[in-house]
């Protein structure tokens, strides 16, 4: 039987909060080919997650604590919706498959419980946003600053 406990929310927390990218992941699934893939992801504020799609799978994700944002873009980089996570907003939230996507951390201590189709498919360079700056790319700051602002409609110019 698997469990996570407000102890293990707090341990994951402080765990990204002292990793490089400020996230911690705690997978349910045994195996990367499982069919079904289940894991729970602190985020920590500055985290940046470059916006993305999975074009093989929908994508469920359930706020554990804290609160998020979800952020769906087009193709082009404007702002098609904003969703909240977690305080003040949705508990559970889920997407299409092939929808471009990213996700900014609220506060301190959030952690988001992530299910998808398997198996485990790392994102190609068809699946980055083409527009978006990689990760430790200076420009990721500026994204990641837009993304925390930005109206629907705009949209993110390098």
Known sequence: ?????????????AKAAAAPRLRAH?????ELSDPIQRLAIAMEPDTYVRPHRHPHTWELLTVLSGSLELIELDEAGAVLSRHRLGQGGARVFEM??????SVISLEPGSVVFEVKRGPYLPLTE???????PEEGDADAA??????????VGERFVR
């Not at 299409?96 to 996507?101: R, S």
């Open 126 to 132: 068809a699946d980055l946003a083409p527009w978006s």
């Open 1 to 13: 039987m698997l469990t996570l406990n407000n102890q293990d929310l707090a341990a994951m927390s």
């Open 96 to 101: 299409p498959a092939g929808t471009w996507h």
């Open 142 to 151: 500026k994204l990641l600053a837009f993304l925390r602002r930005a109206a």
């Open 26 to 30: 705690h997978n349910f699934h045994a």
